[in-house]
């Protein structure tokens, strides 16, 4: 991928040079190495010949929202999803993945059922939101920056912890895209060691938590990592990270119609809340066979008993449900045709 092939041929060059390279595919998104001025002849051609800037690519556009699906194919044939999500007040956020499959197998995760290929590499990860960008340009789009990246895509991101860290300090560099680290975040199932590794990270991002059940017994039926990470230890690392980096935690829930939706879970997932920079993302569920959404009234029930108890409640707007947005979906019905 572009970023591997441009360290092989400019790694040794002045420095000056990769920024010129840089500038060039990340923020004129040049898609041919003749579009680019500024690179000496010499080096151009090597480029050409050694660093294609070419993606393989399929976009599906959502009708009901403003979302938009890639499946990109990797040089070994591996297929990856990502997701654009574009709000109406101009903040264009990718939810990239970080693995082809997964291993953690997540009950109502299609990503999950798909079982582990391989952790993707950094510049497999930055060409995510580099289809992106240049779509943005190509359809002219009124706001075209990419402002806010979430690994909340394929993969659990904690498990391919350093190539996600080094593919952040890239979005960051303002010779790439120049995307705040406070605008990016890190979703984990609850991957103990690598939250504590980023409670150390000197860039400021944030930690999102899928916890989705609030009690050990039903989240380990849902997501058997937490056999592994209990609740308890879970929350310890979440209040160590909170306390040395004093930023907000956003914890995922995923409502599942009759499963973690009832008001006992909400009243048991108060208790767990009861820090004040704690935030509970209530996320209507996209349904991928083996689960049903909850209904509205189910929700807005769960969110009223978790506000009464003082927490802090967003929800996610049912992004992109007709493109099957949830993760892994459109990995899913492909290998299935295959
Ligand atoms: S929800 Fe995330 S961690 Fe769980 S199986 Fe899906 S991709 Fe993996």
């Given at each position: 991928?572009?970023?591997?092939?441009?360290?092989?041929?400019?790694?040794?060059?002045?420095?000056?040079?990769?920024?010129?390279?840089?500038?060039?595919?990340?923020?004129?998104?040049?898609?041919?190495?003749?579009?680019?001025?500024?690179?000496?002849?010499?080096?151009?051609?090597?480029?050409?010949?050694?660093?294609?800037?070419?993606?393989?690519?399929?976009?599906?556009?959502?009708?009901?929202?403003?979302?938009?699906?890639?499946?990109?194919?990797?040089?070994?044939?591996?297929?990856?999803?990502t997701?654009?999500?574009?709000?109406?007040?101009?903040?264009?956020?990718?939810?990239?993945?970080?693995?082809?499959?997964?291993?953690?197998?997540?009950?109502?995760?299609?990503?999950?059922m798909?079982?582990?290929?391989?952790?993707?590499?950094?510049?497999?990860?930055?060409?995510?939101?580099?289809?992106?960008?240049?779509?943005?340009?190509?359809?002219?789009?009124k706001?075209?920056?990419?402002?806010?990246?979430?690994?909340?895509?394929?993969?659990?991101?904690?498990?391919?912890?350093?190539?996600?860290?080094?593919?952040?300090?890239?979005?960051?560099?303002?010779?790439?895209?120049?995307?705040?680290?406070?605008?990016?975040?890190?979703?984990?199932?609850?991957?103990?060691?690598?939250?504590?590794?980023?409670?150390?990270?000197?860039?400021?991002?944030?930690?999102?938590?899928?916890?989705?059940?609030?009690?050990?017994?039903?989240?380990?039926?849902?997501?058997?990592?937490?056999?592994?990470?209990?609740?308890?230890?879970?929350?310890?690392?979440?209040?160590h990270?909170?306390?040395?980096?004093?930023?907000?935690?956003?914890?995922?829930?995923?409502?599942?119609?009759?499963?973690?939706?009832?008001?006992?879970?909400?009243?048991?997932?108060?208790?767990?809340?009861?820090?004040?920079?704690?935030?509970?993302?209530?996320?209507?569920?996209?349904?991928?066979?083996?689960?049903?959404?909850?209904?509205?009234?189910?929700?807005?029930?769960?969110?009223?008993?978790?506000?009464?108890s003082?927490?802090?409640?967003?929800?996610?707007?049912?992004?992109g449900?007709?493109?099957?947005?949830?993760?892994?979906?459109?990995a899913?019905?492909?290998?299935?045709?295959?």
């Amino acid at each position: 991928m572009i970023i591997e092939e441009l360290n092989n041929i400019l790694g040794k060059a002045p420095a000056f040079r990769m920024k010129q390279a840089y500038k060039s595919v990340f923020q004129d998104l040049i898609t041919d190495w003749s579009e680019n001025t500024t690179l000496p002849k010499e080096t151009r051609a090597d480029l050409k010949e050694a660093c294609s800037l070419d993606i393989s690519v399929e976009f599906a556009d959502s009708k009901k929202s403003d979302a938009l699906k890639a499946l990109i194919e990797l040089e070994d044939g591996a297929k990856v999803e990502t997701v654009l999500l574009r709000h109406s007040d101009g903040r264009n956020t990718a939810c990239i993945s970080s693995q082809v499959g997964c291993s953690l197998g997540c009950k109502f995760c299609a990503t999950g059922m798909l079982g582990m290929e391989r952790n993707l590499t950094v510049g497999e990860m930055v060409a995510q939101v580099l289809v992106f960008a240049r779509y943005l340009k190509e359809k002219k789009a009124k706001h075209q920056r990419i402002t806010n990246i979430v690994f909340m895509g394929m993969g659990e991101p904690m498990m391919n912890y350093q190539a996600v860290m080094e593919t952040i300090r890239l979005l960051n560099n303002t010779d790439v895209f120049g995307i705040g680290a406070r605008h990016m975040s890190i979703s984990t199932s609850g991957i103990i060691d690598g939250i504590e590794y980023l409670s150390n990270e000197p860039l400021q991002v944030n930690l999102a938590i899928s916890l989705h059940a609030p009690n050990d017994v039903l989240r380990s039926q849902l997501m058997p990592i937490n056999r592994k990470y209990g609740i308890k230890d879970l929350m310890n690392s979440v209040k160590h990270y909170r306390e040395k980096c004093g930023r907000r935690v956003m914890f995922e829930y995923i409502m599942l119609d009759g499963i973690n939706d009832a008001p006992e879970h909400a009243r048991e997932l108060a208790e767990l809340m009861q820090d004040k920079l704690y935030m509970v993302n209530l996320i209507r569920y996209n349904p991928t066979g083996v689960f049903k959404p909850s209904k509205a009234e189910k929700i807005e029930q769960f969110k009223r008993i978790l506000q009464r108890s003082g927490v802090h409640v967003t929800q996610r707007h049912a992004f992109g449900s007709d493109i099957n947005a949830a993760c892994g979906q459109l990995a899913t019905k492909r290998n299935k045709k295959a």
